[in-house]
C-alpha cells in the first residue's frame, strides 16, 4: 500500500534478490530451479523479459504509491502487476502490441499467454493497460480484462490488513493446484478446512519485523507451554497433530533413521532339511525364482504401539533442541499409561539392539543396550512425560501448563541454527537435483537473505471461529565467534 516505505525498508539479501537477481550459488534459487515450476518459471521469464524487462528497480522509477500483484493460475503463470503512477509519461519501455479495446479501456495485447488458450505458444503472455491511475499489466488478455472491470468497479486497491505488505490467500483454491500439492513440502499446507481465506500483513516494530496472520477456525486443543529461558534451548514449539507424534517416537528415540519401516521385522523362511529328497537343500539359489511359501516381513511390536494411542489418543505434543544436540519431546498423557509406553519401548529396543537393561534414577527410567549404551528415557513431571535419548538429558526438563487461547506456538534460535548448518545439511543429504531438502535449501536459505534475523517465533491463538498469529523476525547482537588453537 505504500510503494515509498517498502523501497526504504528492502534491504541486504532481500533488495539483492529484487533488484539484482540471485546468484548461480544461491541455495534458495538453485533449489527453486529444480521443481517443475520453478524450471518453468525460469524459461518463461527469459520469454516474457525480452518484450519487458522487470525488476523492482524499474517498479520503483515509476515512482509508485502502490504496487499490487494477484495470481491466478500457477499453472498457466497466469498473474496480474498492479502499479498505481502519477506519472504521466512513464520511463519504461512498454511494447505497443495490438491495440483492443474493451468497455471504452484500450488494451495493449502483446502476446498470448496460457490463460488465453492453452495451445499459446508461451505460458506468460503479455498485455497491458493504464486506467484510472493504474498501470497493469498481465500474462493474459483474459486475466487483464478481469482487472479492468474490477478498476472500474473502484475495486481491488484496499490492503487486506495494515502493513507495509499485505496478502490473501484463497485456501481452496490453493490447495486443488497440482504444483502447490506437489511443491509445497509441508503436511501444514495440505491440512486445515478447505475454504476460506488466510490474510497477512508484515509489519515492523522497532528492530523486529512482525508478520501478522488471520484465519477462520481452529479447533485445535490448547497448546503445552513450558520454560526455554535460561535452559540453552535452540528451538522449541507445540505440534498440534497427534497423529505425527508416533513417527516423531520412531524416527527420534526408539528407530533413529530418517524412514523406519513398515515392517521391520525382516522376513523368515525354515532352512531346509538335508535329509530331504526333491526339495532344494540351498537356502538361495540365485537360479530359480523364489517360492510363493517365503516369508514375509512382520509388523513386530507396531500394531501394539497403535492399538495404545487408539485407546489413549495424542492431541499436541512438544518438541525442543538444545544447543548441546539434546533432543526431546514432551505430551499430556496420564500416568496410567506409562506401564504400556515402558513395555513397548523395551519390545522395539530388544527387537533392534538385543538385550535390554532398565536403569530406573532420578524419577527417570532410560533403556540401555550392548555396553550400556542408552537409547531411550522418560519421565513425568506432573500431568505430561518428558521423553529423551539419555536420562542426563531430563534432568531439568520443567513441568509445562496450558491456556486455552493458546493453540500453536515455537522458537527458534536462528544464529544457533546457522551454526548447525553442515548437521542439518548432513541429517537431510546431500544436494541432489532429485532431493529435496526442505531445511536446508529453502528455509535456512531464504532465512539466510536476512543476515541481521537471529531470533524467529509464532503464535496463534484462537479467537472464537477465527485465529490469529504472529511471526515475529527480531535481531540481536551476537558475539563473534573466538578464535582457538
Known sequence: ???????????????????????????VGTAFRQTR????????????????????????ALQPSAVGVSLLSVADLEAVLA??????????????????????????????????????????????????????????EKSLKLSVDRSLASEGFTAFLPGLVSMKLDLASLRKDPYFKREFLFDEGMAGPDKGSILTALTQEGRDWVEVRQGEGDARPAAGRWTVTGRDIVAAGWESDGSRFFPALRRGFLEPVPE????????????????????DRYVVDITRPESETTGKPGDGELPRWAETFTRVPVTGWGWEVSRGGARRLVLRRPASADAAFAELAQLTTARRAGFVTVSDRSGARELRVGPDLPTVAWKRKGEWLWIGAREADLADVPEPSSTEALVRWSQLDLASVRAMKKTWSAAEGAFSPDRARPFSDRILGLLGWCPDTTDVSVERHRNGDRWTERLVFSGRAVEPARKTR
Open 37 to 60: 515450476v520453478g524450471n518453468k518459471l525460469e524459461s518463461q521469464w527469459e520469454l516474457f523479459a525480452k518484450d519487458l524487462p522487470l525488476s523492482w528497480s524499474t517498479i520503483a
Open 260 to 279: 523406519p519401516a513398515s515392517h521391520p521385522v525382516a522376513a523368515r523362511r525354515a532352512i531346509p532339511d538335508p535329509a530331504a529328497t526333491g526339495v
Open 1 to 27: 500500500p505504500d510503494a515509498a516505505a517498502f523501497d526504504r525498508a528492502l534491504s541486504g539479501g532481500i533488495r539483492t534478490a529484487l533488484t539484482k537477481g540471485l546468484s548461480s550459488a544461491d541455495p
Open 83 to 140: 502499479i498505481r503512477t502519477a506519472l504521466a509519461q512513464l520511463p519504461l519501455a512498454l511494447p505497443a502490441g495490438s491495440e483492443k479495446p474493451y468497455r471504452g479501456v484500450p488494451l495493449h495485447v502483446v502476446a498470448s499467454g496460457a490463460g488465453d488458450e492453452r495451445t499459446a505458444q508461451r505460458r506468460m503472455g503479455l498485455a497491458w493497460t493504464r486506467v484510472s491511475g493504474v498501470l497493469l499489466i498481465a500474462t493474459s
